[in-house]
């Protein structure tokens, strides 16, 4: 069973709407979520993290996090063309250890 | 120029080859990883190390060996290349302190084994 799902994709939102991310994870003493961001031939980039349940909100992203759930979520809101990518979520799945699992990440694609 | 870099950026071999690729840093982290990214894959941990000292097995490390020679630079070798070893290859970094968690990637490196 893999350890972190995303739903591949392609996610289409129109301009301006909001993109809603999904991804869940298997090991239910995860302590850290991370949602990276990666155009095509690039290398990810962070845009959010989260390490308790809630939301927190960096500009125009949100990251909500339910571990009864297991589960984390990224919105994007006032979606751009910019925006356009793949969307990993990764997990640290235990204190300490450091030791990122990826998922397969979500391509969203924004229409002009 | 980039906080961590890889080297080579693209190479071709042939079966059979044994090939290094090659990560430096100079953010000062303690900790580095190298991923393997394939399409419908996702990235998939190959070797980590938290120091000079300590080399740890990711998911998918048969077929590779890694080298950490210094706090800066760590190496990822294929002993003799398969088909099935061509990928994108990230090197990456994370600090040990700190609650950030954050990896920074190398630019990768694209392997194609023939």
């Known amino acids: 069973q893999k350890e972190v799902e995303q739903n591949s994709g392609p996610l289409s939102v129109p301009e301006g709407a909001i993109a809603s991310l999904n991804c869940t994870y298997s090991d239910r003493g995860s302590q850290s979520f991370f949602w990276y961001r990666q155009y095509s031939g690039k290398s990810p980039e962070l845009i959010m993290s989260i390490y308790s349940n809630g939301d927190k909100e960096d500009g125009r992203f949100t990251a909500q996090l339910n571990k009864a759930s297991q589960y984390v979520s990224l919105l994007i809101r006032d979606s751009q063309p910019s925006d356009s990518a793949t969307y990993l979520c990764a997990v640290n799945p235990l204190s300490g250890t450091y030791k990122y699992i990826f998922g397969t990440g979500t391509r969203l694609k924004v229409l002009a | 120029d980039a906080d961590v870099t890889q080297t080579p950026r693209n190479r071709i071999t042939k079966t059979g080859k044994r090939i290094m690729l090659e990560c430096s840093q100079t953010?000062?982290?303690?900790?580095m990883y190298w991923y393997r990214q394939d399409p419908g894959l996702g990235l998939r941990l190959i070797y980590y190390s938290f120091d000079v000292k300590d080399i740890n097995k990711g998911e998918i490390s048969d077929g590779y060996s890694v080298s950490r020679q210094a706090q800066a630079k760590f190496s990822l070798s294929l002993e003799s290349a398969i088909p099935n070893q061509t990928a994108l290859y990230f090197c990456?970094?994370?600090?040990?302190?700190?609650?950030?968690?954050?990896?920074?990637f190398g630019e990768g490196s694209r392997l194609t084994v023939l």
């Open positions: 990456a970094t994370g600090s040990a302190g700190g609650n950030t968690g954050e990896l920074f």
């Open positions: 953010k000062g982290h303690d900790r």
